[in-house]
């Protein structure tokens, strides 16, 4: 009875203590670890259910097909985008695949030039260094080179949004920023030298601004050289402009270069011209004492070091090279004319070169000592860069700032130390512009420091080879010493001293010009000039130094003979300015008129220059510089033995044989108008016919043979000379010959070819026969002793067996005849000789009616033909003889 109210008193104390702990309104689950938990009851269901919807060529891949894309399948639209990312990483793959595109589809790059342009100039003041190295290699193998060859008016767009970023980062906080953006200006200036006058006086700003900066002077000066680099081609592109407008007129002076530095759309006034270049030079003015004071701190840390450091030492260059560039700029402007538009030359003129520039640069001079104590090749050349700067301004060098007596000192020592440099390329890069300015250092020098300096250079002349790439500034140098009025620089007239030393530099001139040749073609024409503008300028120069200029025409071999010198195988202009040298040293003729002759013998001369030989000599002997026999034994020499190609008689079939026949015609002619030229001709052929007749003895070929006839005819004609037996000898022995090859066409009928050619052989002789019935007597005595055997009385030119071929002595003989019974200009004079022609006639017949053994068949119907066409001419000759006299009859009745 008691368990059951134990029971219900225990549940009732059970409910009462749940009551208590809060009640039962929510039930706990316990969930095992990693279970989802179900969904609330309440929970709203989002599940949507659909079908799949394909729409065609809508898919990545379908969009792509046809357009460039990079390895990574983006296009060219994609990768700008992501040039501006603010992933680093991103801008870099962008920049690749921009570049991978561009190279494999080159056309996108002509499409779309201006975009590509406009995105990535952003780029220029990147943070990332990876980002703008690859943005400069872009610019510069690809995007540069493609926008040279657009329009102007696209690529002054593109640049000037280009240029503006670029200004930009030239002021940027960052260092390596701004180091880059002076890359980027070097670039462009380089590409696009026009694009840079809008931006100067800007950009030297900056210039001026970054090097000022002590940090890049103190902890970054490894970068320095980058800086200097792109202000060296900026200076280079002022200083080559205004050369270049000094060489234009004034009018285009005023004008060229006030429009490339100075914008006209802001600056249309003349005011406002002249302070925007007086502004453009402060700014160059103030980079000197910048320059300077680098320049005295890199030469200090190279002379602390026990080597050379590769990045101080291109600094140290570079500096010098821009304070030179500087320097010239100043030069050209104080020496300009005053203009209406100028500079103010009191700000910059020649007493600021003295008292400003010349004290900034004093500082060089113990920078120069330094390197002076070094024996390096390397501060060798640092001193050759400052010589260069003081040579500049040596015009303007006084005892108020320094001695120029001690300058001339610097200049000479670095001459001696020249020539003892084992780096040659390094002496050929950098001594150049010392040479050039040494005739201006010697022209302001005082007389007494004059001496060492022009020794030195002259040793220093001596000893360059013509293969040195200096010999071209030496012999500029020597021009410009030797020839003042061409060059403005004066020297003392009387100064003893300095004609010793223009006698040496003219001595070394042969010999230059004999090594060029062979060694350096190309500075043997620059001699020739040099010594042709000397040979103008002084005309009464004594040419012993100059007599090895033989030897360029012939040189004597070891066997006396005159062997061909280098002259017949130089250009054609060379060969022209040597040939008018000779015009100027007349007293060298003497010696070289024989290996001249040589020359103008070889086949391998030009006709032109030939022809010039002979112009120039002709007028050497009218001037009175070259004596009568010397000039006539020269075109008797030309005429005697010119070597015409394949000199024998020619048909039409092999004409083109005779390769230079047309030559030596021009040459005949041009030789006949010079002698007569020189005088009365019967004195002139009375001074030339012993040395004529010699030529004539000589049997040239039939060529030869018939120019020196021509000569004769040309002078006198009518000669009573031509009597004599040889001559005549030569006259019959010449026409023989000349007929040779017509004659065996003489049973057939002449040909028209051969007998033009044969035509003009004999045309002399009949002009002499003319003049001179008894040497056409004699001539044709010579003949009738021909045909009957006799041949051995004359000399032939030919290796025929005359003696024992009937019927071709005959046919010969009878061809000269028919030729001269042919012109009427004759007629006259061959009645004279009717007795040697009937002779011959008569010895003919007799060959037909005798019965000679070793006459054939053949031979004997020449011998016929040949009887019938002499025996028709000698009846014209009668029937003409015969009306002459019958109308002298009748006009003597008249009378």
């Not at 589809?105 to 260094?129: F, G, N, S, W, Y």
């Not at 000192?409 to 040659?424: I, Y």
């Not at 403005?488 to 223009?502: K, P, Q, T, V, W």
């Amino acid at each position: 009875m008691g368990r059951p109210n134990g029971g219900a008193g225990s549940s009732s104390s059970k409910k009462a203590k749940q009551k208590q702990r809060g009640g039962v309104d929510f039930k706990k689950y316990k969930h095992k670890v990693g279970r989802k938990l179900p969904p609330p009851k309440n929970a709203t269901n989002t599940e949507i259910k659909s079908k799949a919807i394909v729409l065609p060529e809508q898919s990545m891949a379908s969009e792509r097909s046809g357009m460039a894309v990079n390895k990574r399948g983006l296009t060219l639209r994609e990768l700008l985008q992501q040039t501006g990312h603010y992933n680093t990483n991103v801008r870099r793959a962008a920049l690749n695949g921009i570049k991978d595109i561009v190279v494999k589809h080159p056309t996108e790059l002509k499409l779309h030039k201006v975009a590509i342009i406009e995105k990535l100039q952003e780029r220029i003041c990147d943070t990332d260094k990876v980002v703008r190295e690859s943005l400069y290699n872009i610019m510069q193998s690809l995007i540069f080179p493609s926008l040279k060859e657009d329009n102007a008016i696209s690529t002054r767009s593109t640049l000037f949004l280009l240029m503006a970023n670029i200004m930009n980062g030239m002021t940027h906080l960052s260092m390596d920023i701004q180091l880059m953006a002076f890359r980027f200006l070097e670039l462009v200036v380089l590409t696009f030298p026009s694009s840079f006058p809008s931006y100067a006086e800007q950009t030297f700003n900056n210039f001026v601004a970054i090097l000022s900066n002590d940090r890049i002077n103190l902890h970054e000066r490894n970068k320095l050289n980058s800086v200097l680099s792109g202000l060296g081609h900026c200076l280079s592109l002022v200083a080559k402009t205004i050369e270049i407008d000094d060489k234009s007129n004034q009018q285009s002076h005023n004008l060229s270069i006030r429009k490339l530095w100075i914008s006209t759309a802001d600056e249309d006034n003349s005011g406002g011209r002249t302070l925007a270049m007086s502004n453009l030079f402060a700014k160059l003015q103030n980079l000197v004492p910048i320059l300077i004071s680098s320049v005295e701190v890199s030469a200090s840390e190279l002379c602390a070091k026990s080597t050379v450091d590769a990045h101080s030492s291109e600094a140290l260059l570079s500096a010098l090279h821009c304070l030179d560039l500087i320097c010239r700029i100043f030069v050209h402007e104080v020496k300009k004319p005053q203009l209406k538009i100028s500079i103010s030359k009191t700000r910059f003129g020649p007493d600021w070169l003295r008292n400003s520039l010349l004290v900034y640069l004093r500082n060089l001079w113990a920078v120069k000592r330094l390197f002076h104590e070094k024996g390096d090749d390397k501060y060798f050349i640092f001193n050759l860069k400052i010589a260069e700067i003081f040579l500049c301004l040596s015009v303007w060098i006084d005892s108020t700032v320094f001695p120029a007596e001690e300058l001339c000192h610097f200049v000479s020592s670095l001459f001696m130390k020249a020539k003892t440099l084992r780096n040659k390329d390094l002496m050929e890069m950098y001594l150049s512009p010392l040479i050039t300015c040494t005739p201006g250092l010697i022209s302001n020098a005082p007389d007494n420091s004059k001496g060492y300096l022009l020794e030195a250079f002259t040793d220093a002349f001596r000893d360059c080879k013509v293969d040195c790439k200096l010999i071209l500034p030496y012999l500029e140098a020597v021009g410009e010493m030797l020839l003042p009025d061409k060059t403005g620089i004066r020297f003392a007239e009387n100064d003893s001293g300095m004609l010793g030393y223009h006698d040496a530099w003219i001595h070394e001139l042969p010999r230059i010009l004999l090594r060029s040749i062979d060694k350096a073609p190309s500075i043997t024409k620059v001699v020739m000039e040099l010594l042709l503008r000397i040979g103008q300028y002084f005309p009464t120069l004594d040419c012993g130094n100059l007599h090895p200029l033989i030897k360029l025409f012939g040189v004597e071999s070891s066997s006396g003979t005159m062997d061909l010198g280098p002259f017949v195988n130089l250009p054609r202009d060379c060969q022209e300015v040597a040939i008018s040298c000779l015009y100027y040293f007349p007293s060298l003729l003497h010696d070289i008129i024989q290996p001249l002759a040589l020359c103008c013998l070889s086949d391998a001369l030009e006709p032109l220059v030939l022809f010039r030989v002979v112009e120039v000599l002709q007028s050497m002997y009218k001037a009175g510089n070259l004596l009568i026999t010397e000039q006539l034994s020269f075109l008797l020499l030309l005429m005697a033995r010119f070597r015409v190609h394949h000199g024998d008689l020619v048909t039409s079939e092999d004409s083109s044989k005779v390769s230079n026949w047309d030559t030596f015609k021009s040459l005949n002619r041009l030789i006949l108008t010079s002698l007569s030229e020189m005088g009365d001709g019967s004195l002139v052929l009375e001074l030339m016919w012993n040395n004529l007749t010699n030529a004539i003895a000589q049997r040239p070929s039939m060529h030869n043979m018939n120019g020196l006839f021509r000569i004769i005819v040309t002078l006198d004609a009518g000669t009573s000379k031509l009597m004599s037996e040889d001559v005549v000898k030569c006259i019959a022995g010449y026409l023989i010959d000349a007929s040779l090859d017509l004659s065996k066409t003489i049973e057939f009928g002449f040909q028209p070819e051969k007998t033009r050619l044969f035509q003009y052989f004999i045309n002399p002789c009949i002009i002499m026969f003319v003049k001179n019935d008894r040497v056409l007597c004699s001539t044709l005595e010579k003949l009738k002793s021909f045909v009957k055997g006799d041949g051995h009385q004359f000399s032939s030119l030919s290796n025929l067996n005359y003696t024992g071929e009937l019927s071709c002595r005959i046919c010969v003989v009878t061809t000269i005849l028919i030729f001269l019974c042919n012109d009427r200009k004759l007629h006259r004079n061959l009645s004279c000789g009717k007795s040697f022609i009937k002779g011959i006639l008569e010895y003919i017949r007799h060959q037909l009616g005798s019965s000679v053994p070793d006459v054939t068949y053949e031979e004997k119907q020449k011998l016929k033909s040949a009887f019938e066409q002499l025996k028709t001419k000698a009846l014209q000759l009668n029937c003409w003889a015969r009306s002459e006299l019958e109308a002298f009859s009748t006009k003597w009745q008249e009378r």
